[in-house]
T-cell receptor, first 112, second 115 residues
Framework: DVKVTQSSRYLVKRTGEKVFLECVQDMDHENMFWYRQDPGLGLRLIYFSYDVKMKEKGDIPEGYSVSREKKERFSLILESASTNQTSMYLC???????????FGPGTRLTVT | GNSVTQMEGPVTLSEEAFLTINCTYTATGYPSLFWYVQYPGEGLQLLLKATKADDKGSNKGFEATYRKETTSFHLEKGSVQVSDSAVYFCALRAPATGGSYIPTFGRGTSLIVHP
């Protein structure tokens, strides 16, 4: 079975802190994604990566950056956390563009 | 661009009732269509999929038929259980600018099943 893991299930940070969210997949997938999920808004794509060191902006990249130095790991970085970044963050991966996505369990981030 | 519209929830049903969650889409080319389910406190899991017109996806008693003429992919189940309580997302995958095939998701429909 494909496994996508995220470093934390729950995280509480203060405004202005730098925050790292880690995602690891164990099936040699090419593509990886970061979404945020908010009530009434569904899933919104923040960034995605086709391959190592490659990244593309999604629909809401402002205030976020990403890093993919190894194929199995995709990190989301909040350079200076703000309260409006309080949300559920979901990571996903897929083998390639013709395949379905597999999701991690999510990280619920609270910024106070 | 591509888009997915699904009925707003919550949908509240009694156990053993019939379920329909509507999903319609707009897409370029010939999309593949998906239903994902998110149980409380968890990530999304693929429930079923269909890759071409008239295909029927099915899993765990749920079914959805890819209707190209009505651009729809409605989710149905004949008899729901309390354990089906979750949020259901309709999604499509179709060519986008640059050929990225980035999935497009609906906003999700919450299903609550009472004993």
């Amino acid at each position: 079975d494909v496994k996508v893991t995220q470093s934390s299930r729950y995280l509480v940070k203060r405004t202005g802190e730098k925050v790292f969210l880690e995602c690891v997949q164990d099936m040699d997938h090419e593509n990886m994604f970061w979404y945020r999920q908010d009530p009434g808004l569904g899933l919104r794509l923040i960034y995605f990566s086709y391959d190592v060191k490659m990244k593309e902006k999604g629909d809401i990249p402002e205030g976020y950056s990403v890093s993919r130095e190894k194929k199995e790991r995709f990190s989301l970085i909040l350079e200076s956390a703000s309260t409006n970044q309080t949300s559920m963050y979901l990571c996903a991966s897929r083998l390639d563009r013709g395949y379905e996505q597999y999701f991690g369990p999510g990280t619920r981030l609270t910024v106070t | 661009g591509n888009s997915v519209t699904q009925m707003e929830g919550p949908v509240t049903l009694s156990e053993e009732a019939f379920l329909t969650i509507n999903c319609t889409y707009t897409a370029t080319g010939y999309p593949s269509l998906f239903w994902y389910v998110q149980y409380p406190g968890e990530g999304l899991q693929l429930l079923l999929k269909a890759t071409k017109a008239d295909d029927k996806g099915s899993n765990k008693g749920f079914e959805a038929t890819y209707r190209k003429e009505t651009t729809s992919f409605h989710l149905e189940k004949g008899s729901v259980q309390v354990s089906d309580s979750a949020v259901y997302f309709c999604a499509l995958r179709a060519p986008a600018t640059g050929g990225s095939y980035i999935p497009t998701f609906g906003r999700g429909t919450s299903l609550i099943v009472h004993p």
